[in-house]
């Protein structure tokens, strides 16, 4: 098989990656993406100088949908919901990389993104991609919504624990997640420009990030009843990435039988056979409370890659489950996972173009 893509939204960060990772993708013959204001590609992505590749326009695509197998969008939230139904009228399958179709629920999306969903319709048909848990939906889906890259970095992290039934969800989940840089965009921002960002911390949306109640709506079918997340964000000290902490209460009657062997225990059986999912098991040798830094996820260990790494602990003394998550915000947070998703959807080794470890 050989796949023809086209990629509406091609000069931001997201639409970049996606290039970059299909031009190894063993199965695709043709890569289309877009621009708006005729740039060349080549100076928009320099990494991709000698490629090969063009930008067209969006009508310009949209005249060859017949030639395609499946359209990414790597578009601002508003775009995809208008522009999607062209291409799924023509049998042309559709991976949403924007939040436009991860919510089923239009009023949920008209709250959280502040205007109506264009494509109403299409809502109860959209698969959310996160393969590990959605894989069977994946395959036989013409429409995927890809997560966010807070969010499937902790749903991630989060699902073998909420499946357990050790979570006391009475109690809000608290989560701190930092990304990098390139999760403020391509667009040119002061704070984030290096000279003002260097050596900083940048927290931002703290009444209430978007990708909370995506967490929420995500997380409470894996919890089987609904929950609050807390959860606070920032841009760290560097390009790509996404950390996540989290702290998760464990209900009274568990805590004397919960620990961090049995955590790892369950961490490891839930992702057991999953490729893109790593759990850091490694043994503890100081003392109680003593500082080992490798045995939990670091973050330059995933970028440049499609996996995540999760860590987990348990505080007996005040009865929280501490988890960390790790992804590559423009990978296993985007363009990654996207890819991931087109090969379930087609039928691929889910590992195409993907097989490449941290950097």
């Known amino acids: ?14 639409g970049g990656e996606l290039c970059r990772l299909l031009l ?37 695509l949209q005249e060859r949908a ?18 999607a139904p062209f291409f799924l009228e023509r049998g042309v399958k559709v991976v949403d990389v924007s939040a436009d179709f991860r919510f089923g629920d239009p009023e949920r999306y008209a709250a959280v993104y502040g205007e109506p969903h264009a494509s109403p319709q299409l809502l ?33 992290g989060l699902a073998p624990l909420l499946a357990s039934g050790l979570a006391d969800l009475d109690t809000a989940i608290h989560l701190a997640a930092v990304n990098g840089t390139s999760g403020a965009g391509s667009k040119p921002v002061t704070e984030v420009m290096h000279a003002e960002a260097f050596g900083s911390m940048l927290p931002y949306s703290l009444e209430g990030h978007r990708h909370g109640p995506e967490l929420e709506t995500h997380l409470a079918p894996l919890a089987g009843r609904e929950l609050c ?9 560097f390009v790509r990435g996404i950390y996540v902490q989290a702290s998760v ?78 992804s590559d915000n423009l990978v296993k947070g985007a363009a990654g996972s996207a890819i991931q998703n087109m090969n379930v959807m087609f039928g691929l080794d ?10």
């Open 1 to 14: 098989m050989t796949l023809h893509i086209g990629i509406v939204g091609g000069t931001g960060h997201a």
């Open 24 to 60: 190894n993708h063993p199965a695709v013959d043709t890569i289309v993406p877009t621009a708006r204001n005729g740039e060349e590609l080549e100076r928009v992505h320099p990494n991709l100088l000698g490629s090969g590749l063009r930008f067209v326009t969006v009508e310009q």
């Open 66 to 83: 017949d030639e395609l197998d499946v359209v990414f969008f790597c578009t601002p939230s508003g775009e995809a919901m208008r522009s």
């Open 124 to 156: 109860p048909e959209a698969v959310y991609g996160i393969t590990e848990l959605h894989r069977e939906q994946v395959a036989t889906a013409r429409l995927v919504a890809n997560p966010g890259c807070y969010a499937i970095t902790a749903v991630l």
């Open 229 to 237: 997340v807390d959860m606070t964000t920032a841009h760290g000290n």
């Open 249 to 326: 209460a464990v209900r009274a009657e568990a805590r004397a039988e919960v620990d961090r062997s049995r955590l790892l225990d369950l961490y490891e059986r839930h992702y057991a056979g999953e490729h893109f999912v790593r759990v850091n098991s490694f043994a503890k040798k100081g003392k109680l409370n003593s500082k080992e830094y490798g045995v939990y996820p670091s973050l330059n260990a995933v970028v440049g890659s499609n996996f995540c790494h999760l860590g987990v602990d348990y505080d007996p003394v005040r009865g929280f489950v501490k988890v960390v998550a790790v």
């Open 350 to 359: 889910e590992r195409a173009g993907l097989g490449h470890y941290g950097l």
